[in-house]
């Protein structure tokens, strides 16, 4: 009786977790389901049925993305997926069908919202990566594991005590049924971390030159501008500062590019600094750096200097000037002048030392140092350095061992 | 060459280990071999392994946000207490001995001729080493300039990146940061006397360091750099030598000023007359010496031995 209702459970959870009411595996679970497309690419229709059960969708009904399928064989076209779409599962706060919409809108208001959200089908990622200069919800979003593998175990063995721990407060079948695995995944699965989101946001902008032709709106004249080096090389200028050497360790305290840059809801309203409502803005810089688990004392009026650190500084990378724009406004900065001024004292000295290592100092005395060294004799040894004591005219002793007697009493 | 290797040969034997254990040190330390902080991971010493960061006050902080910054570099906290600890008992063996981003700047500069080279021991350094220390500690973090942007910390292991062939190493080297960290490393390292110059002013580190010496110096049981007063003859070679300038002759007697002293024996090795040493307690306890007219420390024995010594044999 036991062996059957523990069979009876495990059928109903494998139901919920591989849904295919449309029947769509009937064709797309068969292998070698390929054909050639427009472009000429070979193409593979064939889905990997374990693959596609243990991806982030993989609980959803096809058809809840893939609409306008509503007969089969289909064509290709309308296999397009609408990312704004309303879908799969209700959402149990508001008894709605649950929907990226609010997902989307935060996305269109950011600097990536001229991006494709809808007409994604799997043949158009090539005019998609011509036409589209902003990351799309794909270029982001692969389909990836749902729960990484190393992280099964440990997810399934809470998923086990689920009705006995979230359970003692959220009661129902259809809760622990429906979304104890999700929230379960983000506790436990979560498969990105902070590098991962490095990694994705790098994707595209550690890449220089493809960063070299984006062009931003001037917010004064309304043109489009070429952007400079402190947008291009922004990847590279983070990796030199704490946030991105302590990732690259793997010390999580650093902050990662989502981190400051879009750090509330569902962290995709990336904007730029100039906008009022950008976590980057002037005026939000304390809220962002005090963000919890990171510098709490950023409000504090004292440090309102502290929140404006740059940590896109170029000046702590050479520039490319084959990527790169000439910048006169380099020239500018403190740390080239501090070099300027700098630089020939060095080589003086440089030039001083070789000199007198290849013809001088064959005298075999104390030498004090050109500059500073009458000081040091001043100071610290408490005589008079050489320079500055009268020349006299010595009169030559004769050496101790050979006075006689009465001459050496009289000394 | 030849003058070479006569220098060499000049150099004190305690020293030459000395320089060894600092040659050794940046094997270990630096590229290409990275092996001590390889063993946690780390491709040079920040992050994790700064030992310069996590005391920075920001005006407003929490235990939290202090015991969080501890955290973050928690071999840092590790290596900086077992520095500051064997400093207390030993005096500043860390600085003088194994710190290899303070050593290297110091094994250059001695090759070079003292000539030229800048003369910085005159300069008052205590206020200025802890009044930068403070600037550092509180003004710089409130104000956003970064405590990276001047730390050799990350300059001399990036010099070694980029000699072992690391992209990341010559980058850092060629950028306007790098480049007048670079001229820095420069003037108060290779051209600088006794090349530690960096040490005696902008170190934060040593500027800790030389506290807790400071501290530990006046218990009777620690070694330190200690002057025997009846035996110091004013000749000043060891005011000459000292490397940190914390040897300043007062009333022709070597003072040692225990704030800025590294314990790495040089004056020692210098002297001819062993009245200095790295010893336990100090010999002479008596009060200081009172000027005009008093016997305020004994003539010294040498004289009259020196002086009488040919004419005895005449007799």
Same mark, same amino acid.
């Given at each position: 009786?036991?062996?059957?209702?523990?069979?009876?459970?495990?059928?109903?959870?494998?139901?919920?977790?591989?849904?295919?009411?449309?029947? !769509?595996? *009937? #064709? %797309?679970?068969? =292998?070698?389901?390929?054909?050639?497309?427009?472009?000429?690419? $070979? @193409?593979?229709?064939?889905?990997?049925?374990?693959?596609?059960?243990?991806?982030?969708?993989?609980?959803?009904?096809?058809?809840?993305?893939?609409?306008?399928?509503?007969?089969?064989?289909?064509?290709?076209?309308?296999?397009?997926?609408?990312?704004?779409?309303?879908?799969?599962?209700?959402?149990?706060?508001?008894?709605?069908?649950?929907?990226?919409?609010?997902?989307?809108?935060?996305?269109?208001?950011?600097?990536?919202?001229?991006?494709?959200?809808?007409?994604?089908?799997?043949?158009?990622?090539?005019?998609?990566?011509?036409?589209?200069?902003?990351?799309?919800?794909?270029?982001?979003?692969?389909?990836?594991?749902?729960?990484?593998?190393?992280?099964?175990?440990?997810?399934?063995?809470?998923?086990?005590?689920?009705?006995?721990? !979230?359970? *003692? #407060? %959220?009661?129902? =079948?259809?809760?622990?049924?429906?979304?104890?695995?999700?929230? $379960? @995944?983000?506790?436990?699965?979560?498969?990105?971390?902070?590098?991962?989101?490095?990694?994705?946001?790098?994707?595209?902008?550690?890449?220089?030159?493809?960063?070299?032709?984006?062009?931003?709106?001037?917010?004064?004249?309304?043109?489009?501008?070429?952007?400079?080096?402190?947008?291009?090389?922004?990847?590279?200028?983070?990796?030199?500062?704490?946030?991105?050497?302590?990732?690259?360790?793997?010390?999580?305290?650093?902050?990662?590019?989502?981190?400051?840059?879009?750090?509330?809801?569902?962290?995709?309203?990336?904007?730029?600094?100039?906008?009022?409502?950008?976590?980057?803005?002037?005026?939000?810089?304390?809220?962002?750096?005090?963000?919890?688990?990171?510098?709490?004392?950023?409000?504090?009026?004292?440090?309102?200097?502290?929140?404006?650190?740059?940590? %896109?500084?170029?000046?702590?990378?050479?520039?490319?000037?084959?990527?790169?724009?000439?910048?006169?406004?380099?020239?500018?900065?403190?740390?080239?002048?501090?070099?300027?001024?700098?630089?020939?004292?060095?080589?003086?000295?440089?030039?001083?030392?070789?000199?007198?290592?290849?013809?001088?100092?064959?005298?075999?005395?104390?030498?004090?140092?050109?500059?500073?060294?009458?000081?040091?004799?001043?100071?610290?040894?408490?005589?008079?350095?050489?320079?500055?004591?009268?020349?006299?005219?010595?009169?030559?002793?004769?050496?101790?061992?050979?006075?006689?007697?009465?001459?050496?009493?009289?000394? | 060459?030849?003058?070479?290797?006569?220098?060499?040969?000049?150099?004190?034997?305690?020293?030459?280990?000395?320089?060894?254990?600092?040659?050794?040190?940046?094997?270990?330390?630096?590229?290409?071999?990275?092996?001590?902080?390889?063993?946690?991971?780390?491709?040079?010493?920040?992050?994790?392994?700064?030992?310069?960061?996590?005391?920075?006050?920001?005006?407003?902080?929490?235990?939290?946000?202090?015991?969080?910054?501890?955290?973050?570099?928690?071999?840092?906290?590790?290596?900086?207490?077992?520095?500051?600890?064997?400093?207390?008992?030993?005096?500043?063996?860390?600085?003088?001995?194994?710190?290899?981003?303070?050593?290297?700047?110091?094994?250059?500069?001695?090759?070079?001729?003292?000539?030229?080279?800048?003369?910085?021991?005159?300069?008052?350094?205590?206020?200025?080493?802890?009044?930068?220390?403070?600037?550092?500690?509180?003004?710089?973090?409130?104000?956003?300039?970064?405590?990276?942007?001047?730390?050799?910390?990350?300059?001399?292991?990036?010099?070694?990146?980029?000699?072992?062939?690391?992209?990341?190493?010559?980058?850092?080297?060629?950028?306007?940061?790098?480049?007048?960290?670079?001229?820095?490393?420069?003037?108060?390292?290779?051209?600088?006397?006794?090349?530690?110059?960096?040490?005696?002013?902008?170190?934060?580190?040593?500027?800790?360091?030389?506290?807790?010496?400071?501290?530990?110096?006046?218990?009777?049981?620690?070694?330190?750099?200690?002057?025997?007063?009846?035996?110091?003859?004013?000749?000043?070679?060891?005011?000459?030598?000292?490397?940190?300038?914390?040897?300043?002759?007062?009333?022709?007697?070597?003072?040692?000023?225990?704030?800025?002293?590294?314990?790495?024996?040089?004056?020692?090795?210098?002297?001819?007359?062993?009245?200095?040493?790295?010893?336990?307690?100090?010999?002479?306890?008596?009060?200081?010496?009172?000027?005009?007219?008093?016997?305020?420390?004994?003539?010294?024995?040498?004289?009259?031995?020196?002086?009488?010594?040919?004419?005895?044999?005449?007799?």
């Amino acid at each position: 009786m036991i062996v059957l209702f523990i069979s009876f459970i495990q059928t109903v959870n494998a139901a919920q977790r591989h849904p295919d009411p449309d029947g !769509c595996f *009937s #064709c %797309h679970a068969l =292998e070698g389901l390929d054909y050639i497309d427009k472009n000429g690419v $070979l @193409r593979s229709a064939s889905i990997d049925k374990q693959h596609y059960y243990s991806a982030l969708h993989g609980s959803v009904p096809c058809k809840d993305c893939h609409r306008r399928i509503r007969d089969y064989p289909h064509k290709v076209e309308n296999g397009e997926v609408d990312c704004a779409n309303s879908c799969h599962v209700e959402e149990p706060s508001e008894g709605e069908p649950y929907t990226h919409k609010a997902v989307v809108k935060e996305y269109k208001d950011s600097v990536h919202g001229n991006g494709w959200y809808k007409g994604l089908t799997g043949g158009n990622r090539f005019r998609e990566a011509k036409e589209a200069p902003v990351a799309s919800c794909r270029f982001c979003h692969a389909n990836e594991l749902y729960i990484r593998e190393a992280e099964l175990p440990k997810f399934k063995e809470a998923f086990d005590h689920l009705d006995s721990e !979230c359970g *003692s #407060c %959220h009661q129902g =079948e259809i809760w622990l049924g429906q979304f104890g695995g999700h929230i $379960l @995944r983000r506790f436990i699965g979560s498969r990105w971390n902070k590098n991962d989101h490095n990694k994705m946001c790098n994707g595209c902008h550690a890449d220089h030159e493809r960063m070299a032709k984006v062009e931003q709106k001037n917010e004064k004249t309304g043109e489009k501008e070429k952007t400079g080096p402190r947008f291009i090389l922004a990847s590279d200028s983070y990796a030199t500062t704490l946030h991105g050497r302590l990732l690259e360790t793997n010390v999580m305290q650093g902050a990662s590019c989502i981190d400051c840059h879009a750090p509330k809801r569902f962290r995709h309203g990336v904007l730029r600094d100039e906008k009022n409502d950008a976590s980057t803005h002037t005026d939000n810089l304390a809220e962002t750096c005090a963000q919890s688990g990171c510098h709490a004392y950023a409000t504090h009026p004292l440090n309102h200097r502290f929140v404006k650190t740059d940590l %896109h500084d170029i000046d702590m990378i050479p520039v490319n000037n084959s990527i790169v724009p000439r910048d006169q406004s380099r020239l500018e900065s403190g740390w080239v002048k501090a070099l300027i001024a700098l630089s020939p004292i060095i080589v003086i000295l440089g030039g001083g030392s070789l000199l007198w290592w290849l013809f001088g100092g064959k005298k075999k005395s104390v030498t004090f140092s050109i500059l500073g060294g009458d000081a040091f004799q001043e100071k610290m040894i408490g005589r008079k350095p050489k320079s500055k004591v009268k020349k006299k005219v010595h009169q030559k002793k004769k050496p101790i061992a050979t006075l006689t007697r009465k001459e050496a009493e009289d000394e | 060459m030849i003058k070479a290797i006569e220098a060499i040969k000049a150099i004190p034997n305690p020293q030459k280990y000395r320089y060894a254990v600092i040659m050794a040190s940046c094997t270990l330390f630096f590229s290409p071999f990275l092996f001590l902080p390889g063993l946690v991971d780390n491709p040079d010493l920040c992050g994790k392994v700064c030992i310069r960061r996590f005391y920075l006050f920001f005006p407003g902080m929490s235990p939290a946000d202090v015991s969080g910054k501890m955290q973050v570099a928690a071999i840092g906290v590790y290596i900086l207490s077992l520095i500051l600890i064997t400093t207390f008992f030993f005096g500043r063996m860390w600085c003088g001995y194994i710190c290899p981003v303070g050593g290297l700047p110091e094994l250059v500069s001695r090759t070079f001729s003292d000539k030229w080279k800048i003369e910085y021991r005159a300069l008052p350094q205590v206020p200025i080493r802890y009044g930068y220390f403070s600037v550092y500690l509180a003004l710089m973090p409130m104000l956003g300039i970064s405590a990276c942007t001047l730390c050799n910390f990350i300059t001399i292991p990036r010099i070694f990146d980029a000699f072992s062939g690391n992209p990341k190493g010559l980058a850092f080297a060629l950028s306007a940061v790098g480049l007048v960290n670079l001229a820095l490393l420069f003037l108060l390292g290779f051209f600088a006397t006794k090349g530690r110059a960096y040490c005696q002013f902008l170190c934060p580190v040593g500027a800790l360091d030389g506290l807790v010496n400071r501290l530990g110096a006046k218990l009777r049981f620690t070694r330190r750099i200690r002057v025997e007063r009846n035996r110091c003859t004013g000749c000043n070679i060891c005011a000459r030598n000292c490397m940190t300038g914390s040897i300043k002759m007062v009333d022709r007697i070597a003072v040692v000023d225990q704030l800025s002293c590294m314990s790495c024996h040089e004056c020692v090795d210098v002297c001819d007359w062993g009245a200095i040493d790295w010893r336990a307690a100090p010999l002479d306890e008596d009060p200081k010496r009172k000027k005009k007219g008093v016997d305020f420390h004994p003539q010294p024995q040498w004289q009259a031995v020196y002086v009488s010594s040919p004419l005895s044999k005449n007799k």
